[in-house]
T-cell receptor, first 111, second 117 residues
Framework: GQQVMQIPQYQHVQEGEDFTTYCNSSTTLSNIQWYKQRPGGHPVFLIQLVKSGEVKKQKRLTFQFGEAKKNSSLHITATQTTDVGTYFCAGLTDSNYQLIWGAGTKLIIKP | DTGVSQNPRHKITKRGQNVTFRCDPISEHNRLYWYRQTLGQGPEFLTYFQNEAQLEKSRLLSDRFSAERPKGSFSTLEIQRTEQGDSAMYLC???????????????FGPGTRLTVL
């Protein structure tokens, strides 16, 4: 079936270091969405990418959608303690019009 | 509209009892999703509705679980004969999606935390 693979599962960084999570789909996506879930909270929508090769920025966060619309990445520059949480990607396909979720990458700031 | 709401926020029950949760979606959204999430894991899809029709149900969902969305607005999720393994956060999300348009961007409620003793 259709799958969205997300790596890594965890990433430990020192505050101020960069963080990146990657998603790869088995099929071409019509769009990809990113969500953030803080500890104890619920997933919150961050952004959506629709166009091939699209790059969007939100302050220190940079989101990319691959040329083939099968992969995406989220990069955080100079992480802060407020960035802690789990970041999920979710892809929409034209076949079922339903989001397929990645397993998430947990960002942990080393004390 | 203030977003997706869920009630109750917490539920503690004894094994074997039935429980029912309610979700009120964002009013203009046609889709409503139920997910289950355990500590350290991502949301696990349970079922979803488009308007009042239940379009998909996870194969992982046992017959003890049932969901309804009778008028295409709020939804209920019932778990019969609860087991300790049912302890989890139950999340509801709503979206606008489907073949006619919409990107299925999902807006989540705060969840109902179920503890089965």
């Amino acid at each position: 079936g259709q799958q969205v693979m997300q790596i890594p599962q965890y990433q430990h960084v020192q505050e101020g270091e960069d963080f990146t999570t990657y998603c790869n789909s088995s099929t071409t996506l019509s769009n990809i969405q990113w969500y953030k879930q803080r500890p104890g909270g619920h997933p919150v929508f961050l952004i959506q990418l629709v166009k091939s090769g699209e790059v969007k920025k939100q302050k220190r966060l940079t989101f990319q959608f691959g040329e083939a619309k099968k992969n995406s990445s989220l990069h955080i520059t100079a992480t802060q303690t407020t960035d802690v949480g789990t970041y999920f990607c979710a892809g929409l396909t034209d076949s079922n019009y339903q989001l397929i979720w990645g397993a998430g990458t947990k960002l942990i700031i080393k004390p | 509209d203030t977003g997706v709401s869920q009630n109750p926020r917490h539920k503690i029950t004894k094994r074997g009892q039935n429980v029912t949760f309610r979700c009120d979606p964002i009013s203009e959204h046609n889709r409503l999703y139920w997910y289950r999430q355990t500590l350290g894991q991502g949301p696990e899809f349970l079922t979803y509705f488009q308007n009042e029709a239940q379009l998909e149900k996870s194969r992982l969902l046992s017959d003890r679980f049932s969901a309804e969305r009778p008028k295409g607005s709020f939804s209920t999720l019932e778990i019969q004969r609860t087991e300790q393994g049912d302890s989890a956060m139950y999340l509801c999300a709503s979206s606008f999606g489907g073949a006619s348009g919409g990107t299925d961007t999902q807006y989540f409620g705060p969840g109902t935390r179920l503890t089965v003793l």
